[in-house]
C-alpha cells in the first residue's frame, strides 16, 4: 500500500471550483462570472496603465534580494495612508503595527493565528454570508466562529437590527470581523449612520474590528469615500486591524500584494505587536515577494501616478455600474418578473425603505397575509387584494401613529420606528400601520447593490440550469461576478436568467 491511500480528495473550493468546470466547457459562448477579476468590455484582463507606469520606472532598477520579514516598508505605509487617511494620527504618532502580506487572505490569515495567539479564547463573529475563504481562514487557525446576521433575503439588504442584536450579545473581548466596503457576496454595505451606531455598540460591548478591505474603490469609485468605515472607527477611539489587497483596485491579482495592520495603543505596543507579527510571518513564508510592493509603492507615493491610479480605479467601478443598470434594464425588457411572490407588511408612512419597496413592485403577489393583529408566524388568511397598494397611499400618512422610540432609518436617515415586521425591520412602524403588500423587488437589488458582485437571489437548481444549459459559470449561492459581465454577453446573460427563474 501506498503512503497516502487514507487520504480522501478534498471538496472543491466553492469559487475556484467555478473556474475549473468553465475552463472544461467547450462551449464559445461561455461565461465565467464565478471570480472577482475584473474584466474590460470586451472580457478581457486588465493592466492599469498606472501599473505599466509603475513596471516601467522600477524595471531593473532593483536587485532581486530578499525583503526583510515585515516586506517593504514604505509600501506598508503607504498603505495605511491609503485606509487610514494620510494625515492619520495613528499613522504618524507610530501606533500602527504593519507587514506586507500575500495579499488579501494572507492578510487574514495572519490576523486570524494573531487572534489565537495573542487574544486567546477570543472567538470570532463572521457576518452571514460572507466570502467562503473567511471560514476556512479562521477554521485552519483554530478560533472558533460564530455567525453573525448580515444579510436580509427578503428586502435583499442589510439586517441591520438583527446584526446589531446579534453584535450586542456578543462576550466582550470578542472580533468582529467586517467588510470594510463592497461586502462579499452580497454587494451591500451598511449606510454611514449604520457604520456609526456599530461603531459605537462596538466600543460600548468591547468588540475588537477586525477589518478586511478587498475592494477599497470598487464600492463606490472613490477610494478615499471607501475608506469610511475604518476612518470612523478610527476617529471614535477603536483599536482595530486591518486587512488591505492590492489585488483588485490595482489588478495585481497575482502579484500577492497585501498589508496586515493593527492600530495599537502607543509606538511601544505596536512594536510589540509587530514584532509578534513577523513572528507568525516567519515561518509560514520567511518574507513577502517583491514586485507587487514595489509597484504599489511607486503608484501611491507619486501623487501624479496616484491620481492617474484613482482615475483608472473609478473606470473600473463606474463599467460595473452602468453593467447593473444595462443587466437590470435587460430583464425588465424582457417582461422578467423576476417570480417575486409579494406579502404583506406593516407599513408606516414614514418608511422610505417599504415605499420604495412598493414603488418597484412587479405586481405578482400569492402570499397570504397575517392580519392587521396577526402574527407573522402560519399566517393563514387568503389574499383579499390582488394589487398593490399605490406607493402615493403608503406615502401619504394614513393610520400613522404618534412616533415614540423613533429612531433613525439606516437607509433615508429620516426618523423611523423600530419594527416588529421581520420583514422590513428596522424601518418598519410599530403602531397601526397598514397591512400593504410588499412585494419582491423584482430585479432592483442589482442596481441597489454595490461593487464587484451581485447577489442576484437566484436559486442553486436555478444557477446549475443556468450553468448546465447555458454554460453560465458562478457560485451556487446565485453570486455574480459583475466585473465578468460586458456589452457583448450581458443580453444573453439577462435571457438565461429570465428563462430560469419564469
Ligand atoms: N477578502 C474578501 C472579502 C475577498 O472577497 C477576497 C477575494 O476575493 C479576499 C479577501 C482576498 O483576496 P486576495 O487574497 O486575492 O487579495
Not at 423613533?406 to 426618523?415: F, G, H
Request: net charge positive.
Amino acid at each position: 500500500a501506498g503512503w497516502f491511500g487514507h487520504v480522501p480528495e478534498a471538496p472543491r473550493d466553492p469559487i475556484l471550483g467555478v473556474t475549473e468546470k468553465y475552463l472544461a466547457d467547450a462551449n464559445p459562448l461561455k461565461m465565467n462570472l464565478g471570480v472577482g477579476a475584473y474584466r474590460d468590455d470586451s472580457g478581457q484582463p486588465v493592466v492599469l496603465k498606472s501599473v505599466r507606469e509603475a513596471e516601467r520606472r522600477v524595471a531593473g532598477s532593483h536587485f532581486m534580494e530578499y525583503l526583510p520579514i515585515g516586506g517593504h516598508r514604505q509600501f506598508c505605509e503607504d498603505s495605511a495612508k491609503l485606509a487610514y487617511g494620510e494625515d492619520a494620527g495613528v499613522v504618524h504618532g507610530k501606533q500602527v503595527a504593519m507587514i506586507q502580506s500575500l495579499s488579501g487572505t494572507g492578510s487574514c490569515r495572519l490576523f486570524a493565528e494573531f487572534q489565537g495567539r495573542w487574544m486567546k479564547g477570543s472567538k470570532i463573529y463572521i457576518p452571514s454570508p460572507t466570502w467562503s475563504n473567511h471560514h476556512n481562514i479562521w477554521r485552519d487557525a483554530q478560533v472558533e466562529e460564530v455567525i453573525y446576521p448580515y444579510y436580509n433575503k427578503e428586502t435583499k439588504g442589510l439586517d441591520f437590527e438583527r446584526m446589531c442584536d446579534t453584535l450586542s450579545k456578543a462576550p466582550a473581548g470578542s472580533v468582529v470581523l467586517l467588510h470594510a466596503c463592497a461586502h462579499n457576496p452580497t454587494g451591500v454595505d451598511p449606510t454611514r449612520e449604520q457604520w456609526q451606531e456599530l461603531s459605537k455598540l462596538m466600543l460600548e460591548k468591547r468588540l475588537f474590528p477586525c477589518m478586511d478591505m478587498a475592494y477599497q474603490g470598487f464600492a463606490t469609485g472613490d477610494c478615499e469615500r471607501d475608506a469610511q468605515a475604518v476612518r470612523i472607527f478610527l476617529n471614535d477611539g477603536h483599536r482595530l486591524a486591518l486587512s488591505q489587497s492590492f489585488a483588485k483596485n490595482m489588478g495585481l491579482y497575482g502579484q500577492r500584494v497585501g498589508c496586515f495592520s493593527i492600530v495599537c495603543e502607543g509606538p511601544a505596543e505596536a512594536k510589540a505587536v509587530e514584532s509578534q507579527m513577523k513572528a507568525l510571518a516567519r515561518p509560514m513564508y520567511s518574507n513577502p515577494p517583491l514586485h507587487g510592493a514595489l509597484l504599489v509603492h511607486q503608484i501611491l507615493s507619486d501623487p501624479e501616478l496616484k491620481q492617474q491610479w484613482y482615475g483608472e480605479v473609478k473606470e473600473m467601478a463606474d463599467r460595473i455600474i452602468s453593467m447593473r443598470t444595462l443587466l437590470r434594464q435587460n430583464l425588465e425588457a424582457l417582461g422578467s418578473p423576476h417570480r417575486c411572490a409579494g406579502r404583506l407588511a406593516w407599513v408606516s408612512p414614514c418608511c422610505c425603505v417599504c415605499t420604495s419597496a412598493t414603488r418597484s413592485c412587479c405586481g405578482r403577489m400569492d402570499e397570504p397575509w397575517a392580519g392587521p393583529t396577526g402574527s407573522w408566524a402560519g399566517h393563514k388568511r387568503p389574499l383579499r387584494r390582488r394589487s398593490p397598494r399605490p406607493a402615493a397611499g403608503i406615502s401619504s400618512g394614513q393610520g400613522a401613529a404618534p412616533h415614540s422610540r423613533l429612531r433613525t432609518c439606516p437607509t433615508c436617515a429620516k426618523p423611523a420606528h423600530p419594527g416588529r415586521c421581520p420583514v422590513l425591520a428596522p424601518c418598519v412602524f410599530r403602531g397601526p400601520c397598514h397591512p400593504t403588500r410588499i412585494p419582491a423587488r423584482s430585479w432592483q437589488h442589482i442596481t441597489d447593490q454595490i461593487g464587484m458582485f451581485c447577489f442576484t437571489g437566484i436559486t442553486p437548481e436555478q444557477v446549475d440550469r443556468l450553468t448546465g444549459e447555458y454554460s453560465i459559470y458562478l457560485t451556487r449561492n446565485g453570486r455574480i461576478s459583475m466585473a465578468g459581465v460586458n456589452s457583448g454577453n450581458v443580453g444573453r446573460l439577462a435571457e438565461a436568467m429570465h428563462k430560469v427563474t419564469s
